[in-house]
């Protein structure tokens, strides 16, 4: 049972548009959000995060939108640049009750190629 | 952002033998730990979570006794193989929680990759 899905492998963007990565879930008692960037063979590095009681955090050129009712969220990289490509993984933390509550479940990722 | 260093960053190894992954964070106290796995085009599956000074909690279907893991302080877990066999081979990443952030971010480590002849 997949509870946090990124449903696309991989995403295409030209230098200077906008990046629009998503994300779904089903666990409703998830109450934190991340976004990490990836390149192969290196561990993942934090870009940003959002609370469940938020729907809009901000960090540059990096935004990341929370839709509590449709269970979603995105990421949005404007403008994009071709360092940006890499693996894009989403995480939420919570979703159990007691003590295990500070996991984090992660999509599969989404490959972010900016060309030129 | 917070530093976690791993070593080594790739081992190679005969089967049979263990080898031992250390996890340090460089610039805040750790409280909580996590070991992760990737396979190949794959999520991050988490294998353990440590927390200084005690026995660390194992997921589903990871082996204790396979996967041994010692969080001997704030600033350092290791993982060991034990009798490690092909089909460990793979990319262990750490991660550590309970920085200025308040623990609710994990800062990851760069990963180790680990083959098994």
């Known amino acids: 049972d997949q509870q946090v899905k990124q449903n696309s492998p991989s995403l295409s963007v030209q230098e200077g548009r906008i990046s629009i990565l998503n994300c779904d879930y089903t666990?409703?008692?998830?109450?934190?959000f991340l976004w990490y960037k990836k390149y192969p063979a290196e561990g993942p590095t934090f870009l940003i995060s959002?609370?469940?009681?938020?729907d809009k955090n901000e960090d540059g050129r990096f935004t990341v939108f929370l839709n509590k009712s449709a269970k979603h969220l995105s990421l949005h990289i404007v403008p994009s640049q071709p360092g940006d490509s890499a693996v894009y993984f989403c995480?939420?933390?919570?979703?159990?009750?007691?003590?295990?509550?500070?996991?984090?479940?992660f999509g599969k990722g989404t490959l972010l190629t900016v060309n030129p | 952002g917070a530093v976690v260093s791993q070593h080594p960053s790739r081992v190679i190894c005969k089967s049979g033998t263990s080898v031992k992954i250390e996890c340090r964070s460089l610039?805040?106290?750790?409280?909580?730990m996590f070991w992760y796995r990737q396979f190949p085009k794959q999520s991050l599956m988490l294998m353990a979570t440590s927390n200084e000074g005690s026995k660390a909690t194992y997921e589903q279907g990871v082996e204790k006794d396979k996967f041994l893991i010692n969080h001997a302080s704030l600033t350092l877990s290791t993982l060991t193989v034990t009798s490690a066999h092909p089909e460990d081979s793979s990319f262990y990443i750490c991660?550590?929680?309970?920085?200025?952030?308040?623990?609710?971010?994990?800062?990851f480590g760069p990963g180790t990759r680990l083959l098994v002849l």
């Open positions: 666990n409703s008692m998830f109450d934190y």
């Open positions: 610039d805040f106290q750790a409280t909580t």
């Open positions: 995480a939420a933390k919570g979703g159990t009750s007691g003590g295990s509550n500070y996991k984090l479940t």
């Open positions: 959002i609370s469940s009681i938020k």
């Open positions: 991660s550590a929680t309970g920085g200025a952030g308040g623990g609710e971010t994990q800062y």
